[in-house]
T-cell receptor, first 112, second 116 residues
Framework: DAGVTQSPTHLIKTRGQQVTLRCSPKSGHDTVSWYQQALGQGPQFIFQYYEEEERQRGNFPDRFSGHQFPNYSSELNVNALLLGDSALYLC???????????FGPGTRLTVL | AQKVTQAQTEISVVEKEDVTLDCVYETRDTTYYLFWYKQPPSGELVFLIRRNSFDEQNEISGRYSWNFQKSTSSFNFTITASQVVDSAVYFCALSEAGGGADGLTFGKGTHLIIQP
């Protein structure tokens, strides 16, 4: 049973570019959440998707957007990248209402 | 607004010592959930425990134990007889119950170093 998978593992972009990160949830899970973890900090909640809709959003600008597909996988898009967007981006999946999440290994984004 | 505070940035102990990681939380909700996650150097967060606000029973799982006290808004984590493999960053997190969505609010983490 595969856990949460994320791609790519690492990514290097330059300021102003756009990036798309991908996540496949653990089998049987229907909810996907995205978190940003800056170096030396705790993860910060970006948003959560359930039934292909954004159900909850953290304190992140509209440059951060997402999508959930019918197979429950999800994408995180970040436009107009800033140096401060450099971080580990973690995807977590869960079953709505069960209230604990499994995390993926993350995508390390570096913005130059 | 919800908040989680982990005042200990880094703790270093010698193997076999007991160590307690502190977590203090703030929330206006009466129903909420508390979590501990472990993040080894590989980066993947590993779930350790979940507690809901109505269950104040302490829990023990092997060398790990958790002490939840609503009166002090604390959810502390103790490792007994620590081992080098326990070295990692540990995060305490909070989720409020409203609306069904359950985004987590994390503390800044405590970097635990177990020296052989």
């Amino acid at each position: 049973d595969a856990g949460v998978t994320q791609s790519p593992t690492h990514l290097i972009k330059t300021r102003g570019q756009q990036v798309t990160l991908r996540c496949s949830p653990k089998s049987g899970h229907d909810t996907v959440s995205w978190y940003q973890q800056a170096l030396g900090q705790g993860p910060q909640f970006i948003f959560q998707y359930y039934e292909e809709e954004e159900r909850q959003r953290g304190n992140f600008p509209d440059r951060f957007s997402g999508h959930q597909f019918p197979n429950y996988s999800s994408e995180l898009n970040v436009n107009a990248l800033l140096l401060g967007d450099s971080a580990l981006y973690l995807c977590a999946s869960s079953l709505m209402g069960v209230r604990y999440s499994f995390f993926g290994p993350g995508t390390r984004l570096t913005v130059l | 607004a919800q908040k989680v505070t982990q005042a200990q940035t880094e703790i270093s102990v010698v193997e076999k010592e007991d160590v307690t990681l502190d977590c203090v939380y703030e929330t206006r909700d009466t129903t909420y959930y508390l979590f501990w996650y472990k993040q080894p150097p590989s980066g993947e967060l590993v779930f350790l425990i979940r507690r809901n606000s109505f269950d104040e029973q302490n829990e023990i799982s092997g060398r790990y134990s958790w002490n939840f006290q609503k009166s002090t808004s604390s959810f502390n984590f103790t490792i007994t007889a620590s081992q080098v493999v326990d070295s990692a960053v540990y995060f305490c997190a909070l989720s409020e119950a409203g609306g069904g969505a359950d985004g987590l609010t994390f503390g800044k983490g405590t970097h635990l170093i177990i020296q052989p």
